[in-house]
T-cell receptor, first 118, second 114 residues
Framework: AQTVTQSQPEMSVQEAETVTLSCTYD???????LFWYKQPPSRQMILVIR??????QNATENRFSVNFQKAAKSFSLKISDSQLGDTAMYFC???????????????FGKGTKLSVKP | NAGVTQTPKFRVLKTGQSMTLLCAQD?????MYWYRQDPGMGLRLIHY???????AKGEVPDGYNVSRLKKQNFLLGLESAAPSQTSVYFC?????????????FGEGSWLTVV
């Protein structure tokens, strides 16, 4: 069974600074997706970034980028030029691409609460 | 295009009462999911469906039942609510997540059992 671990329950960063959120996962599979979701106080689940395991290049989306280390099973999220609107819970999630496996079920970590301070 | 809509948004139940949460999607998605989110926890899968007329158990299915009689709707039922079922419930849907299609989430349903 796959597991996702986020070891930082809470983090804070000053506005305009850079912060990195950690995520590790455990799986015996080779073909999967990894995600970072943002959940602001409204509780809406917002997809931040997605990484395909077979792609060596790290995914980027504007100020958000990941450091994907497949061998180490590590998937960290870097937020550059932090903004007040980045304040939220951030969840790392795993999705197996194996047919007949988990049927597209997302497996979530427990989340990291990020506070961006002015 | 409404996306994924959950009804109701908020509900307070007494222990032992029953209720049904409705998830509706207008994107012709095959895959639909019900998750629950508790404090200090990520989302955990309750039940899911890979097509009309099919359902399957997830990680935390006890105390819940589901039905998918129509492709666009996925119902989550609590037959006899317990305080441990106080949670925020999220529905999600996708055409085919393992093919890389986007997973869309509803806005959540807050359920309190007293």
């Amino acid at each position: 069974a796959q597991t996702v671990t986020q070891s930082q329950p809470e983090m804070s960063v000053q506005e305009a600074e850079t912060v990195t959120l950690s995520c590790t996962y455990d799986t015996s599979e080779n073909n999967y997706y990894l995600f970072w979701y943002k959940q602001p106080p409204s509780r809406q689940m917002i997809l931040v970034i997605r990484q395909e395991a077979y792609k060596q290049q790290n995914a980027t989306e504007n100020r958000f980028s990941v450091n994907f280390q497949k061998a180490a099973k590590s998937f960290s999220l870097k937020i550059s030029d932090s903004q007040l609107g980045d304040t939220a819970m951030y969840f790392c999630a795993f999705l197996s691409r194996r047919y007949g496996g988990s049927q597209g079920n997302l497996i979530f970590g427990k989340g990291t609460k990020l506070s961006v301070k002015p | 295009n409404a996306g994924v809509t959950q009804t109701p948004k908020f509900r307070v139940l007494k222990t032992g009462q029953s209720m049904t949460l409705l998830c509706a999607q207008d994107m012709n998605h095959e895959y639909m999911y019900w998750y629950r989110q508790d404090p200090g926890m990520g989302l955990r899968l309750i039940h899911y469906s890979v097509g009309e007329g099919t359902t399957a158990k997830g990680e935390v299915p006890d105390g819940y039942n589901v039905s998918r009689l129509k492709k666009q709707n996925f119902l989550l039922g609590l037959e006899s609510a317990a305080p441990s079922q106080t949670s925020v419930y999220f529905c999600a849907s996708s055409i085919s997540p393992i093919s890389g299609n986007t997973i869309y989430f509803g806005e959540g349903s807050w359920l309190t059992v007293v």
